[in-house]
């Protein structure tokens, strides 16, 4: 059974950055999803295994990056110039599909989760 451990969350005021930061031991491929009140959980960014090829959700594109130091087991989300609506539980996620191109969004590619971390902007 794989842990995954999520840190870095907390309160910031709008246009701030956050560093949210999971730790997984093993072989697996890593994705960030975020869950607001009342909403559907939701993809944001996820990394290949090798740290080669990145994906990310439209609303992250360009404020948010993704890496991961295998030799730490640790993926990070970097995420800058923060909004409101960013406002949501963070999760990390794994998956032992190791392929370079799979359904990155879809909840049911993952096989392990952590238990989330808040994040919270102020305007």
């Not at 930061?21 to 009342?38: D, E, L």
């Not at 799979?102 to 993952?110: D, R």
Request: hydrophobic fraction near 35%.
């Amino acid at each position: 059974q794989v842990q995954l451990v999520e840190s870095g969350g907390g309160l910031v005021q709008a246009g701030g950055s956050l560093r949210l930061s999971c730790t997984a031991s093993g072989r697996y491929s890593m994705g960030w999803f975020r869950q607001a009140p009342g909403k559907d959980r939701e993809f944001v960014a996820a990394i290949h295994w090798t740290g080669s090829n990145t994906y990310f959700a439209d609303s992250a594109k360009g404020r948010f990056t993704i890496s991961r130091v295998n030799a730490k087991n640790t993926v990070y989300l970097q995420m800058n110039s923060l909004k409101p609506e960013d406002t949501a539980v963070y999760y990390c996620a794994a998956t032992s599909n190791l392929r370079a191109v799979i359904p990155w969004a879809k909840l049911e590619e993952y096989d392990y989760w952590g238990q989330g971390t808040q994040v919270t902007v102020s305007s």
